[in-house]
Nanobody, 115 residues
Framework: QVQLVESGGGLVQPGGSLRLSCALS????????MGWYRRAPGKQRELIAT???????NYADPVKGRFAISRDNAENTVYLQMNSLKPEDTAVYYC?????????WGQGTQVTVSS
């Protein structure tokens, strides 16, 4: 059974940093391109960062230059380092494969940026 478990969210002040982690189990992590998605209140889910099997990364414009995605294939884990956080980054953050080919999702991790 595929499982995705996100962690590392929390409440942070504007300008602060957080590091999210996501562990994928039940399948072979290293064969997938991975992505971080987020759903802000009242908005649709968006893909904000991707990392290929080989480590190439891409970012959506709202997070470019502030967020960094990385992966550890030995630990079956993908990370998202978030710096210079803004209130508009407030959302539930999820990881998943990219492109999406299944309906498995984790519980997500809440990130709230507020003073």
């Amino acid at each position: 059974q595929v499982q995705l478990v996100e962690s590392g969210g929390g409440l942070v002040q504007p300008g602060g940093s957080l590091r999210l982690s996501c562990a994928l189990s039940g399948t072979i992590f290293s064969i997938y391109n991975m992505g971080w998605y987020r759903r802000a209140p009242g908005k649709q889910r968006e893909l904000i960062a991707t990392i290929s099997r080989g480590g190439s990364t891409n970012y959506a414009d709202p997070v470019k230059g502030r967020f960094a995605i990385s992966r550890d294939n030995a630990e079956n884990t993908v990370y998202l380092q978030m710096n210079s956080l803004k209130p508009e980054d407030t959302a539930v953050y999820y990881c998943n494969i990219d492109p999406l080919r299944w309906d498995y999702w984790g519980q997500g991790t809440q990130v709230t940026v507020s003073s």
